[in-house]
């Protein structure tokens, strides 16, 4: 699904990626580490955002900065959000829909998906959570192959997290998942496998049930710290 070889990204003299090499197969994967250490990197040399300085990617066999049908299988959800302020979020996912080639019917199976009640507003009146669902949701339009999520949790309420990780459960035996977090308890139970990428390396690799005890000690020492 997503294969790194010796992966590398500079922005002039930071290194925010460090000769990554990973393969991350289809289901339902987890990508941890502490905020600046190279996950969200990760996340934008995979979708295509951002291109290696040396290393390569591939996504689905596709080099992401190059191919854009590698991308049309995939739905995305970035971190931070941004979204045009004068548009309502039926407007925004309504956007997508069409662009992906389906009608207004696919934005009222995500809105029902998602439970979201505030389409009709404009975006500029949202809450930093209201912006999140809408973020997560967009992923979903178009029932993509792949849904890749930065910080999904982020902004979140307690209800709104385990909405979120009830969906996961029910969505997985259906299509793969890339998360992005630096919140690991939630996610945890719901993943097949589980990457740590701290400083700029990948240090940590494997199936959750293999990882979970170091995935736990060392983000409790990081606390402890």
């Given amino acids: 699904m997503i294969t790194a070889r010796n992966l590398t990204k500079r922005f002039g003299k930071i290194v925010a990626l460090d000769g990554v090499t990973v393969e991350i197969p289809e289901g339902t994967n987890l990508i941890l580490g502490p905020n600046g250490g190279g996950k969200s990197t990760f996340f934008k040399l995979a979708t295509g955002v951002y291109r290696p300085s040396s290393g390569r990617i ?3 066999g596709r080099d992401p900065w190059k191919d854009a049908p590698a991308k049309e299988r995939v739905g995305v959800a970035y971190d931070p959000v941004s979204f045009p302020p004068l548009v309502s979020g039926r407007e925004w996912l309504g956007f997508l829909a069409r ?3 389906f009608s207004e019917e696919e934005v009222e199976r ?5 439970e979201l009640d505030f389409l009709d507003e404009l975006t500029r009146n949202y809450s930093s959570g ?5 973020a997560v949701a967009q992923a979903f339009i178009g029932d993509p192959e792949l849904v890749m999520i930065d910080e ?3 902004n ?3 209800e709104s997290i385990g909405r979120f990780i009830r969906l996961m459960k029910k969505e997985k035996e259906g299509r793969s998942f890339l998360i992005i977090s630096h919140i690991w308890e939630p996610l945890l139970p719901v993943v097949d496998r589980v990457y740590v990428i701290a400083g700029g390396k990948l240090i940590l690799s494997g199936e959750t049930k293999e990882v979970k005890e170091e995935v736990e000690r060392l983000f409790k020492l990081r606390i402890d710290a």
């Fill in 130 to 134: 209201m912006l999140k669902k809408l």
């Fill in 110 to 114: 995500v809105a029902k998906l998602f």
């Fill in 152 to 154: 999904p949790l982020a």
């Fill in 99 to 101: 662009s992906k080639g």
């Fill in 58 to 60: 591939e996504l689905f």
């Fill in 156 to 158: 979140l309420d307690f």
